[in-house]
C-alpha cells in the first residue's frame, strides 16, 4: 500500500521544488480568488513547468462559471480539476478531465448518496465542513466515515506530520491532502514540514504494511 500526498495551495517555485523532492505524488494551485492561495492562471503555468513527469498537476476550483475552467485548463497543464464548491455532477464531468468532489463532512450527511451522486469522479475528497470554502486547517470527525464508502476517497482537513498516521490508519485513504499543516504562512510553505508530513505518511504506510 502506498498512500498518494497531494500538497496543495503552492504559491512559490521553492515550495514547488520541495514538495516535488520531498516525494509528492501531486501538487495543487487554488484557482479561487478569495483564497489566501489563490494564484492566476498565468502564475500557475509559470509554476507548472517546474512540475517533472509523472507528478500530477491539480487544479481546485469554487463555483467557478464554465468558462473560467475552460481558460484555466488552457493555460495550465492540470491532470485533475478539483470542485469544492456546489456543483453538481454533469457540471464536473463536462470538461473531459480527471476529476475530484470535495464533500464538507459533517453529522446529518448522507455521504454515501453523495458518493453515489458523484460516481464517475476519479475519487471523493472528504475535508472538514467550515464557513465558507476549504477545511480551514480544521480536522472532522473521522467516525462519520461509513465503512465501505464507494469509490477512491481523498482524506484532507487539518492534516500535518503528528496527525497524518493516525489518520491513515483509521480511514485507509488512497490519497492525503494538506495545505495549511505544511504551512509557515497562509501561502507559504516550510519546506521542513513537507518533508515531514510526507516521512509521516510513509511510516504509517510502512506499519500498515507489517501489520
Known amino acids: 500500500m502506498k498512500t498518494r500526498i497531494k500538497i496543495c495551495g503552492l504559491t512559490r517555485e521553492a515550495d514547488v521544488d520541495a514538495a ?17 492561495r489563490y494564484v492566476t492562471p498565468e502564475r500557475a503555468a509559470e509554476l507548472a513547468r517546474r512540475v517533472p513527469p509523472f507528478v500530477d498537476v491539480v487544479g481546485l476550483f ?3 462559471s464554465a468558462e473560467e475552467i475552460g481558460a484555466t485548463c488552457a493555460a495550465v497543464p492540470l491532470n485533475l480539476l478539483q470542485f469544492h464548491g456546489d456543483e453538481a455532477p454533469a457540471f464536473c464531468r463536462s470538461f473531459a478531465r480527471p476529476w475530484l468532489r470535495a464533500a464538507r463532512v459533517r453529522p446529518g450527511l448522507d455521504l454515501v448518496e453523495f458518493a453515489r451522486s458523484y460516481s464517475d ?6 475535508d472538514a465542513f467550515v464557513e465558507g470554502y476549504g477545511g480551514g486547517g480544521h480536522v472532522f470527525d473521522w467516525t462519520l466515515v461509513p465503512p465501505g464508502l464507494p469509490g477512491h476517497l481523498v482524506l484532507s482537513g487539518g492534516l500535518h506530520a ?6 491513515i490508519r483509521r480511514v485507509r485513504p ?4 494538506v495545505s495549511s499543516g505544511v504551512e509557515a504562512g497562509k501561502g507559504i510553505k516550510d519546506h521542513d514540514k513537507i518533508a515531514a508530513f510526507v516521512a509521516a505518511v510513509r511510516a504509517a504506510d510502512a506499519a500498515i504494511g507489517e501489520v
Request: charge should be negative; aromatic fraction near 8%; hydrophobic fraction near 55%.
Open 20 to 36: 516535488v523532492a520531498a516525494g509528492a505524488d501531486a501538487i495543487g494551485f487554488v484557482f479561487y480568488s478569495p483564497s489566501p
Open 174 to 177: 488512497v490519497a492525503v491532502d
Open 62 to 64: 469554487v463555483n467557478a
Open 162 to 167: 503528528d496527525n497524518v498516521g493516525d489518520a
Open 121 to 126: 469522479a476519479r475519487g471523493l475528497l472528504l
